[in-house]
Protein backbone atom coordinates (compact mmCIF):
# COMPACT_ATOMS: atom_id res chain seq x y z
CA UNK A 1 0.00 0.00 0.00
CA UNK A 2 2.75 2.54 0.50
CA UNK A 3 3.50 2.81 -3.42
CA UNK A 4 -0.33 2.67 -3.98
CA UNK A 5 -0.29 5.86 -1.42
CA UNK A 6 3.20 7.37 -3.46
CA UNK A 7 0.79 7.12 -6.76
CA UNK A 8 -1.83 9.17 -5.00
CA UNK A 9 0.95 11.77 -3.70
CA UNK A 10 1.84 12.00 -7.42
CA UNK A 11 -1.17 12.28 -8.59
CA UNK A 12 -2.57 14.84 -6.28
CA UNK A 13 0.73 17.00 -6.25
CA UNK A 14 0.95 17.04 -9.99
CA UNK A 15 -3.00 17.93 -10.58
CA UNK A 16 -2.41 20.89 -11.73
CA UNK A 17 -0.26 19.52 -14.38
CA UNK A 18 -2.25 16.76 -15.14
CA UNK A 19 -5.38 19.31 -15.26
CA UNK A 20 -3.65 21.21 -17.53
CA UNK A 21 -2.87 17.96 -20.32
CA UNK A 22 -6.42 17.02 -19.95
CA UNK A 23 -7.72 20.28 -21.13
CA UNK A 24 -4.83 19.94 -24.50
CA UNK A 25 -6.35 16.33 -25.05
CA UNK A 26 -10.04 17.39 -24.63
CA UNK A 27 -10.14 20.72 -26.87
CA UNK A 28 -8.19 18.59 -29.05
CA UNK A 29 -10.06 15.19 -29.30
CA UNK A 30 -12.40 15.18 -32.21
CA UNK A 31 -15.00 13.00 -30.05
CA UNK A 32 -15.27 16.06 -28.13
CA UNK A 33 -15.74 19.13 -30.05
CA UNK A 34 -18.38 20.91 -27.38
CA UNK A 35 -14.81 21.11 -24.97
CA UNK A 36 -13.13 22.98 -27.86
CA UNK A 37 -14.97 25.70 -27.51
CA UNK A 38 -15.77 25.56 -23.73
CA UNK A 39 -14.56 27.90 -21.00
CA UNK A 40 -10.70 27.21 -20.17
CA UNK A 41 -11.54 27.99 -16.58
CA UNK A 42 -14.63 26.40 -16.10
CA UNK A 43 -12.53 22.85 -17.57
CA UNK A 44 -9.10 23.10 -15.49
CA UNK A 45 -11.49 23.96 -12.44
CA UNK A 46 -13.52 20.52 -13.25
CA UNK A 47 -10.39 18.74 -13.67
CA UNK A 48 -8.68 19.99 -10.97
CA UNK A 49 -10.98 19.00 -8.78
CA UNK A 50 -11.15 15.53 -9.82
CA UNK A 51 -7.45 14.87 -9.59
CA UNK A 52 -6.84 16.68 -6.82
CA UNK A 53 -8.99 14.82 -4.94
CA UNK A 54 -8.86 11.53 -6.72
CA UNK A 55 -6.91 9.58 -3.50
CA UNK A 56 -9.77 10.57 -0.94
CA UNK A 57 -11.68 8.29 -3.33
CA UNK A 58 -8.96 5.55 -4.24
CA UNK A 59 -7.22 5.16 -1.00
CA UNK A 60 -10.15 4.79 1.14
CA UNK A 61 -13.99 3.15 0.27
CA UNK A 62 -15.50 5.51 -1.42
CA UNK A 63 -19.25 6.04 -0.36
CA UNK A 64 -21.06 5.08 -2.93
CA UNK A 65 -23.89 7.42 -2.66
CA UNK A 66 -21.77 10.65 -2.74
CA UNK A 67 -20.03 8.82 -6.11
CA UNK A 68 -23.37 8.26 -7.15
CA UNK A 69 -24.93 11.87 -6.31
CA UNK A 70 -21.32 14.05 -7.76
CA UNK A 71 -21.53 11.95 -10.98
CA UNK A 72 -24.90 11.77 -11.65
CA UNK A 73 -25.00 15.64 -11.24
CA UNK A 74 -22.16 16.38 -13.28
CA UNK A 75 -24.40 14.22 -16.03
CA UNK A 76 -27.30 16.33 -15.56
CA UNK A 77 -24.76 19.45 -16.04
CA UNK A 78 -23.55 18.32 -19.08
CA UNK A 79 -26.84 17.67 -20.80
CA UNK A 80 -27.74 20.90 -19.76
CA UNK A 81 -24.73 22.46 -20.89
CA UNK A 82 -25.33 21.10 -24.07
CA UNK A 83 -22.88 18.50 -24.26
CA UNK A 84 -23.43 14.78 -26.22
CA UNK A 85 -23.21 11.82 -24.15
CA UNK A 86 -20.49 10.61 -25.89
CA UNK A 87 -18.54 13.53 -25.22
CA UNK A 88 -18.65 13.21 -21.49
CA UNK A 89 -18.04 9.47 -21.91
CA UNK A 90 -14.77 10.62 -23.94
CA UNK A 91 -13.66 13.33 -21.39
CA UNK A 92 -13.95 10.96 -18.79
CA UNK A 93 -11.49 8.35 -20.28
CA UNK A 94 -9.07 10.85 -21.21
CA UNK A 95 -9.13 11.51 -17.27
CA UNK A 96 -7.82 8.67 -16.95
CA UNK A 97 -5.76 8.00 -19.67
CA UNK A 98 -3.67 11.40 -18.45
CA UNK A 99 -3.35 9.93 -14.89
CA UNK A 100 -2.00 6.83 -15.98
CA UNK A 101 0.47 8.26 -18.92
CA UNK A 102 1.63 10.38 -16.16
CA UNK A 103 2.31 7.42 -13.35
CA UNK A 104 3.70 5.14 -16.65
CA UNK A 105 6.47 8.47 -16.64
CA UNK A 106 7.42 8.79 -12.91
CA UNK A 107 8.83 5.09 -13.46
CA UNK A 108 8.42 3.77 -9.94
CA UNK A 109 7.94 -0.16 -10.95
CA UNK A 110 11.24 -1.64 -9.72
CA UNK A 111 10.13 -4.81 -8.62
CA UNK A 112 6.95 -7.04 -8.61
CA UNK A 113 5.62 -6.50 -5.63
CA UNK A 114 5.85 -2.51 -7.05
CA UNK A 115 3.94 -3.56 -10.17
CA UNK A 116 1.25 -5.61 -8.09
CA UNK A 117 0.40 -2.77 -6.15
CA UNK A 118 0.35 -0.20 -9.59
CA UNK A 119 -1.72 -2.78 -11.03
CA UNK A 120 -3.90 -2.94 -7.80
CA UNK A 121 -3.92 1.00 -7.84
CA UNK A 122 -5.26 0.70 -11.93
CA UNK A 123 -7.43 -1.42 -10.89
CA UNK A 124 -9.20 0.94 -8.57
CA UNK A 125 -9.01 3.51 -10.73
CA UNK A 126 -10.77 1.91 -13.52
CA UNK A 127 -13.31 0.90 -11.36
CA UNK A 128 -13.44 4.04 -10.21
CA UNK A 129 -13.67 5.88 -13.38
CA UNK A 130 -16.65 2.81 -14.50
CA UNK A 131 -19.10 4.02 -11.66
CA UNK A 132 -18.65 7.30 -12.49
CA UNK A 133 -19.30 6.96 -16.05
CA UNK A 134 -22.44 4.82 -15.60
CA UNK A 135 -23.29 7.53 -13.00
CA UNK A 136 -22.44 10.57 -15.71
CA UNK A 137 -24.33 8.40 -17.99
CA UNK A 138 -27.66 8.15 -15.54
CA UNK A 139 -27.58 12.08 -14.47
CA UNK A 140 -27.45 12.73 -18.44
CA UNK A 141 -30.13 10.89 -19.40
CA UNK A 142 -32.23 11.85 -16.41
CA UNK A 143 -32.78 15.63 -18.22
Not at 29 to 58: I, M, Q
Not at 115 to 140: E, H, K, P, S
Request: proline share 1%; glycine share 4%.
Amino acid sequence: MVLSKKLVEIIEHNADQLSKRWIELVQADECTPTYHTYDEEKLYDRAFSVYSHLGEWLLTEPNQKELARTYTELGRQRHTEGFQLSELLQALILTRRVLWTKIQMEGLFDTALDLNQALDLRNQTIRFFDRAMVCAARGYESV
